[in-house]
């Protein structure tokens, strides 16, 4: 009901009572509050969302556009040399994998080839080594579609970029595949790709060479023979032949010696070309009886071979 003197009987009985003002928002404050803050939140957000998908697509250089991530290898201090094997060029040495041109992004495979000669120009002399190149490499065909894939435009620039037009004076390119039969015939033609060096199993010099070389980190007693070892481990690459000395390492310290003598490094070369003795078989005087007369026939047919490595 209406009681136009209602507010005087309060304040003359000694009511208490207030009212609370709201005070107007700043209409700056209005507009950050309303717009900007959630535009902020949504592009972290999109900035955080994108970040987490490129790790999961293409790791963390997935967007270093354009740009190529050879390792480059300048001048050791230490360590070991090329000169412990062979000569050794004294030059800045790139290396890549064919594999790390290959892009989820259309033309950045084109594009590190670009990057990369770019870099071994400035660093002239130096050499280039691209490893399994046959990833780029491969015979260009037409295909179903029209061809000129991802992988076609990188080797078209890799092709440019070796046409001899250019000035790469000083800038020696290699490259390694274990399947020369599948490269484009633009790349092993001369001017291009024209020296062809096969990477064959190592000679009896070589392996000699070889187990000397992995033989300098362990101690060796003064009678070990590494040629004849050499002679053992016939057929052997340089990674049996590194397996071999770390075999033998191996057997002395089981056997709680510091040193490595010539029993151990015969052993080992049995152990990784032959495996590990089994030394819980059981056979039957019947398979022994086979076996023997098998091993016998192959120690009398290298026994009477001549120029043959003795048997053992």
């Known amino acids: 009901m209406e009681d136009p003197t209602l507010t005087e009987r309060l304040h003359d009985s000694g009511a208490q009572f207030t009212k609370y003002i709201q005070e107007p928002m700043s209409p700056l404050m209005s507009i950050f509050l309303t717009l900007i803050l959630p535009m902020l939140i949504f592009i972290g957000l999109g900035q955080y969302m994108s970040k987490k998908l490129m790790d999961k697509v293409g790791g963390k250089n997935s967007m270093s556009f354009g740009k190529s991530n ?5 001048q050791s201090t ?17 290396s890549i994998s064919g594999s790390e041109f290959v892009e989820m992004f259309v033309g950045m495979g084109a594009s590190k080839v670009r990057d990369l000669f770019k870099q071994a120009k400035e660093k002239a002399p130096c050499i280039v080594f691209i490893d ?20 076609e435009q990188t080797l078209n620039q890799l092709l440019t970029e070796m046409d001899g037009f250019e000035g790469n004076t000083g800038v020696i390119i290699l490259a390694a595949t274990n399947r020369p039969e ?18 064959e199993l ?4 070589g392996r000699e060479a070889i187990l000397e070389v992995h033989a300098k980190k362990i101690k060796t007693a003064g009678d070990v023979n590494f040629h004849t070892i050499a002679r053992m481990a016939a057929g052997a690459s340089g990674a049996e032949l590194a397996n071999i000395i770390n075999e ?12 490595v003598n010539q ?9 990784v070309i032959a495996g590990y003795q089994k030394k819980n078989a059981v056979l039957s005087d019947k398979e022994k009886m086979v076996v023997a007369y098998h091993e016998i026939g192959h ?3 290298a026994a009477l071979q001549t120029h043959s490595a003795p048997v053992q």
């Open 70 to 74: 050879a390792k480059i290898y300048v």
């Open 78 to 94: 230490q360590g070991i040399h090329f000169s412990d094997v062979a000569g050794e060029a004294n030059v800045p040495f790139f």
């Open 132 to 151: 399994e190149i046959d990833a780029i490499g491969q015979k260009r065909n037409s295909g179903s579609m029209g061809g000129n894939d991802e992988r």
């Open 182 to 199: 599948s490269l484009d015939p633009a790349l092993t033609r001369p001017g291009r790709f024209d020296r062809h060096v096969p990477v």
């Open 202 to 205: 190592p000679d009896l010099a």
């Open 248 to 259: 033998a390492a191996l057997r002395a310290v089981r056997n709680r010696r510091t040193i």
């Open 263 to 271: 029993s151990d490094l015969e052993e080992s070369v049995e152990v």
């Open 299 to 301: 120690a009398l047919v």
